[in-house]
């Protein structure tokens, strides 16, 4: 069985900061794991998603995360925030490579002037 | 890119009524839908899988008869919340795969989401 953990369901930044949004997963099988972001009043929306090869993955609005294997981690991060990056993220993996999604509980981002 | 949307987006309704709420993919055709359902500061839980043509698949501990899931055309799927109670009163939300049929590549494209308060 998948599972997903995400450490933080808060996290506040200063704009212009590092974020790190932390997520871990447990699977069975060689997982595909999803990083979705909720921007206030929308839905959901892919940020960025590692199947195979590279394990640094790039997404949307200067986001990137990195697939470890040894450290069963997929963790999230921009290197400067901005005002418009307050959002709830979500960590995913896909349930034996079906189309159904297993979702961490969130992370909600705060970012301050 | 493809659009999937939701309406309502809120709905208020008295306890024992039933609520409909729809999800349609607005530029391509879906096959298969997942609704979800997101309790506050939880994360979204798969409630079931809506099956163009045939009956939906409901995850365990999902009553079927409560929530009722059509999916009528390659475009629209709805839920129906039946006899509507308070502990009913959540965030839902709808989901299409993004790759073609079989493809699995668990990328999704999201509804905006249905907040229904039972009152």
């Known amino acids: 069985a998948q599972s997903v953990t995400q450490l933080g369901s808060h996290v506040s930044v200063s704009e212009g900061a590092l974020v790190l949004l932390r997520c871990n997963y447990s699977?069975?099988?060689?997982?595909?794991l999803f990083w979705y972001v909720q921007y206030p009043n929308q839905g959901l929306q892919l940020l960025l998603k590692?199947?195979?090869?590279?394990?640094l993955v790039k997404g949307i609005n200067g986001f990137e995360a990195e697939f470890k294997k040894s450290e069963t981690s997929f963790h999230l991060t921009k290197p400067s925030a901005h005002m418009s990056d307050a959002a709830e993220f979500f960590c995913?993996?896909?349930?034996?490579?079906?189309?159904?999604?297993?979702f961490g509980t969130g992370t909600r981002l705060q970012v301050f002037p | 890119g493809a659009v999937v949307s939701q309406h309502p987006s809120w709905v208020i309704c008295k306890s024992g009524t039933s609520v409909k709420i729809e999800c349609r993919s607005l530029?391509?055709?879906?096959?298969?839908m997942f609704w979800y359902r997101q309790f506050p500061k939880q994360s979204l839980m798969l409630m079931a899988t809506?099956?163009?043509?045939?009956?939906?698949?409901?995850e365990q501990g999902v009553e079927k008869d409560k929530f009722l899931i059509n999916h009528a055309s390659l475009t629209l799927s709805t839920l129906t919340v039946t006899s509507a109670h308070p502990e009913d009163s959540s965030f839902y939300i709808c989901?299409?795969?993004?790759?073609?049929?079989?493809?699995?590549?668990?990328?999704?494209?999201f509804g905006e989401g249905s907040r229904l308060t039972v009152l």
């Open positions: 809506s099956n163009e043509g045939s009956k939906a698949t409901y």
């Open positions: 995913a993996v896909n349930h034996n490579h079906t189309d159904k999604l297993i």
């Open positions: 699977s069975s099988v060689p997982p595909y």
């Open positions: 590692y199947t195979t090869g590279a394990t």
């Open positions: 989901s299409a795969p993004a790759g073609t049929s079989g493809m699995n590549t668990g990328e999704l494209f």
């Open positions: 530029d391509f055709q879906a096959t298969t």
